[in-house]
């Protein structure tokens, strides 16, 4: 079965640093492109960031670009979220997603996926 299991999530102050960790198994990992999703409590979920089968193409919302950095290591089957300069707007339940269907970033980033991690808590307040 696929699985995807998120971990990373903390407590940090604004200006800091998380690195979010998608651990992903039971399918050809290599071939599809993973997003990575945040929702906070009365808001409805954001795409957050999306990066291909490869790792050659990546996308960024913008209220995240130039803060996070998204990677793969496909020999470990995991997906990583390098967020910088957290803001308290950044606080929300972060969650990994990918489907078993060949798709590009801009449609994963829809949100339309039927795999989904458990999510990670990320807060930013001091």
């Known amino acids: 079965q696929v699985q995807l299991v998120e971990s990373g999530g903390d407590l940090v102050q604004p200006g800091g640093s998380l690195r979010l960790s998608c651990a992903a198994s039971g399918f050809t990992f290599n071939r599809y492109g993973v997003g990575w999703f945040r929702q906070a409590p009365g808001k409805e979920r954001e795409g957050v960031s999306c990066?291909?089968?490869?790792?050659?193409?990546?996308y960024y919302a913008d209220s995240v670009k130039g803060r996070f950095t998204i990677s793969r290591d496909n020999d470990k089957n995991t997906v990583y979220l390098q967020m910088n300069s957290l803001k308290p707007e950044d606080t929300a339940v972060y969650y990994c997603?990918?489907?078993?269907?060949?798709?590009?970033?801009?449609?994963?980033?829809?949100?339309?996926?039927?795999?989904w991690g458990q999510g990670t808590q990320v807060t930013v307040s001091s």
């Open positions: 990066v291909s089968s490869t790792g050659r193409n990546t």
């Open positions: 997603a990918t489907d078993r269907t060949v798709m590009s970033c801009t449609t994963i980033l829809d949100g339309r996926l039927t795999y």
